[in-house]
């Protein structure tokens, strides 16, 4: 796939990942529409002729089914969706410390799974149908976690990448034939605010030390494999692992 030519959406560009790709593509690309639900987040976006961006909860369906379609129809179409809006969530199944409510909150699970799999669900559902509709070929580049091979104390998030993993195998048997392929990326601890917000210092640098490379990984590094897994059409159904090692 042509980056130079091709209209790339993204979820969740409002800070972190999912900003960092944002702008770097805007350099490279034809086009980026960035979906995010925070209004402050997105007014904080900069002007820019090639970027436009909806305000969108990716978690209401119909709101995505309408913000898909006029993407569509106003701008003639996605070749790319990096579905990239997540949140990290830490709750171990049971808290036997707990004063009351030990076992894992069934809301914080719903909120999870709502965002990081039902949301990739529709959002993927949607381009997929418009992109065949219009006979173009595309790419969906779905962002996991090394938590999908399961992480202590993470059963919601765990439980939503490897979930993720599984649709990228599914969605790329199911759509090559319409020359869309779907790919994830399962990034290890990144040096973003939500990877400071979400470890305490001496977990942060335990997992750093654990990683034979022995830091965190850099945005640009994770923006380098982005580019890889859109530009390389026989990179397909596979999720690339980027950890520095960690995983090995
Ligand atoms: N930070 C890391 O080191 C790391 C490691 C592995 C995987 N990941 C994954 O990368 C992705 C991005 O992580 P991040 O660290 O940049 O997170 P972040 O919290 O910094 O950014 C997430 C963005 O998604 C937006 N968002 C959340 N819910 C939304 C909704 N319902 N509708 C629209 N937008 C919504 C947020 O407003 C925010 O702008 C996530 O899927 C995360 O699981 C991150």
């Not at 799999?117 to 418009?130: D, G, Q, T």
């Not at 034979?212 to 945005?219: H, Q, Y």
């Amino acid at each position: 796939m042509n980056i130079s030519a091709s209209k790339i959406l993204i979820t969740g560009g409002g800070k972190g990942i999912g900003n960092f790709i944002a702008l770097s593509l805007l350099d490279i690309a034809e086009k980026v529409f960035v979906l995010e639900n925070n209004e402050k987040l997105l007014n904080n976006l900069p002007k820019h002729a090639k970027l436009i961006s909806y305000q969108c909860d990716i978690t209401q369906p119909e709101t995505v089914e309408n913000v898909i379609k006029s993407i569509f129809d106003t701008h003639g179409g996605i070749n790319v969706c990096i579905n990239n809006a997540g949140i990290i969530h830490s709750e171990p199944l049971v808290n036997i410390l707990a004063a009351k409510d030990k076992k894992h909150s069934i809301r914080n699970w719903e909120n999870v799974i709502n965002i990081n799999l039902n949301a990739v669900f529709y959002i993927s559902a949607n381009v997929a149908e418009n992109m065949i509709k219009r006979k173009e070929k595309g790419v969906i580049v779905n962002i996991s976690s090394i938590s999908a091979q399961g992480n202590i104390g993470q059963s919601a998030y765990a439980a939503s990448k490897a979930a993720v993993e599984a649709l990228s195998k599914t969605w790329s048997k199911e759509l090559g034939m319409y020359k869309i392929r779907c790919v994830a990326i399962a990034p290890g601890f990144f040096d973003t605010p939500s990877t400071k917000a979400s470890l305490s210092e001496h977990m942060l640098s335990k997992w750093q030390n654990a990683v034979p490379i022995g830091r965190l990984g850099k945005l640009e590094e994770l923006f380098s494999a982005i580019k890889f897994v859109i530009e390389n059409d026989y990179f397909n159904g596979k999720t690339l692992s980027l950890d520095g090692g960690l995983t090995i």
